[in-house]
């Protein structure tokens, strides 16, 4: 009975491969083209940004690991923004539709100058200074991204931090007609962030505008952004639209997610997994083995004292 | 619609046999073409990449071989049951690969690691649990097999194929931050083929 079926593997090839798996082949094979032709025309090329990014004068960086960059591409096209969706690609895809000029931001709390400011009156964009930092993400995969901003404690110092305040508090815009992704649950949205004053006031937080020379893409936050560098990238909050100085700790968007995975302050950390996986190596973007992470993402001789005498297995 | 059984098993079965290497095709393909430093589509984390494109085809062939009973109750017709072992067994050569690229592009064949993250990590041991369950029945999917074990105890063996399709919803829905939602709609795909089934026993049984 079975030796009948063999006819059927006997004949030829292109008899028996149907018309979708030949048009499928093609279909790849022009995707791959169309990969190439992205990465040669670079930062220039994006299908959904419709503003022009403007090149923007820094300082050269006081901060450089030294090690290499990663692509331009990759930074731009490989992205965790849950607001535009929940695939790594989706945010480049999806991002071109959020309006980012003009751009406020509110803010309130225990400041001394409260109220809404254009972002030009928030960052000084004379002082803009070039940083070349590690990004760790919370998924084990790493960059190194050179950013423009200024320190996050010039913001602080221009609205006037009040005696009371302990803790800064940052939300992203929470835009359905913006952002096809805030339609899904998958987060309590607005997407919320938070650092202690003493992490926020550090040399290394910044308040970054841009990247690789020019204004940041939208899908990398734009038009205001946190970078803190030795904690997991999910800290860094994008896109910001109020910052607000508290007295409490705020309740950031993760933690109420899942308080047992994420916590409050959530510094880069080999020794303490995530409950899921190991946090003790990351793949570079770009390398194919997985490196070992290092103790506040390699920045413990500028942040290291500030956390002195906690138990990081408990603070995590 | 006239297809006959002979048809189905000359034409067909190749046909549906090719088709579902597809994926596995493209994704060597395009490690051939990344590996070789060529422009390719894995994407600039391939490692995620694999891990996630084997998973949604394992438990995608998977879905579909518990689909094939209940189709046949729709058509009243056995014919889809020719297809039911290949696509089983190809959930279970998606499940290799995917295992394969876990232990190949995550654990670079660290063993001593790889057990401790199988043991710490629940999603891990759910999901290692499921393919342990779906070796024996890729094994004994043979004719040859069911007669050694006789219909009775063939069938009730199968019958763990309930069970993993339950461990891989639950490994899939684990592994995602947050609250997302195509894990939800495997699940609910897996549910309703549960449900179909347990339908058709009651009308048995009232019957």
């Not at chain 1, 008899?15 to 048009?23: A, G, H, N, Q, R």
């Not at chain 1, 803190?228 to 508290?246: D, E």
């Amino acid at each position: 009975m079975w030796i009948k079926n063999r006819n059927g593997w006997n004949s030829p090839e292109r008899d028996v491969t149907p018309e979708s798996l030949f048009l499928n082949r093609r279909k790849f094979i022009a995707g791959a083209g169309a990969i190439a032709g992205a990465a040669l025309v670079g930062g220039a090329f994006s299908p959904t940004e419709a503003r022009t990014l403007k090149e923007l004068g820094a300082k050269s960086s006081a901060f450089d690991p030294g090690e290499e960059l990663t692509p331009y591409s990759a930074v731009t096209q490989y992205n965790n923004f849950y607001e535009f969706g929940t695939d790594k690609s989706d945010p480049y895809e999806n991002a071109g539709s959020m309006q980012v000029d003009p751009w406020s931001v509110s803010v309130d709390g225990l400041v001394d100058r409260p109220g809404t400011y254009d972002l030009m009156d928030l960052i000084d964009f004379n002082a803009l200074e070039e940083r070349i930092y590690r990004l760790r993400c919370v998924e084990a995969w790493s960059m190194v991204i050179p950013w423009i901003g200024v320190p996050l404690s010039s913001v602080l110092n221009k609205i006037g931090v009040q005696s009371g305040a302990k803790y800064v508090r940052f939300e992203t815009l929470n835009d359905r007609k913006q952002m096809p992704g805030v339609r899904w649950p998958v987060l309590d949205w607005p997407y919320v962030e938070g650092l202690r004053m003493d992490e926020a006031m550090n040399d290394l937080t910044l308040m970054a505008v841009g990247l690789y020379g020019k204004e940041l893409p939208n899908q990398n936050g734009a038009p205001l952004r946190l970078v803190v560098p030795w904690k997991y990238g999910f800290k860094s909050i994008k896109s910001i639209v109020r910052i607000s100085l508290t007295e409490k700790q705020p309740r950031t968007s993760w933690q109420k997610s899942a308080p047992q995975e994420y916590g409050f302050y959530s510094n880069v950390n080999p020794e303490v997994d995530h409950p899921r996986w190991s946090q003790a190596r990351e793949r570079r973007i770009g390398e194919f083995s997985r490196r070992k992470t290092l103790m506040f993402n390699g920045y413990g001789e500028w942040v290291a004292d500030l956390y002195a005498g906690m138990d990081l297995a408990k603070y995590y | 619609m006239k297809v006959s059984v002979h048809h189905l098993r000359v034409w067909g079965k190749p046909l549906i046999f090719l088709l579902s290497l597809v994926p596995a095709l493209w994704l060597v393909y395009h490690w051939y073409l990344a590996y070789g430093g060529l422009p390719h589509d894995l994407g600039f984390n391939p490692n995620e990449t694999s891990n996630r494109f084997t998973g949604d085809w394992a438990i995608r062939f998977l879905l579909l071989s518990l689909a094939v009973t209940p189709f046949a109750t729709v058509l009243r017709s056995p014919k889809p049951l020719l297809f039911r072992r290949m696509l089983g067994l190809y959930a279970l050569f998606y499940a290799g690969l995917h295992v394969l690229s876990y232990i190949w592009l995550d654990m670079a064949f660290d063993w001593p690691e790889l057990w401790a993250d199988v043991l710490k990590r629940t999603y891990i041991t759910v999901g290692m649990l499921a393919i342990l369950f779906l070796l024996p029945l890729g094994v004994t999917s043979t004719k040859g097999w069911i007669k050694r074990m006789g219909a009775k105890r063939w069938q009730k063996l199968h019958k763990l194929v309930y069970l993993i399709g339950l461990l891989a919803c639950v490994h899939f829905i684990m592994m995602r931050k947050g609250f997302q939602v195509e894990p939800l709609i495997y699940a609910g795909i897996f549910a309703a083929l549960m449900l179909a089934r347990l339908r058709k026993r009651r009308g048995k049984v009232r019957a």
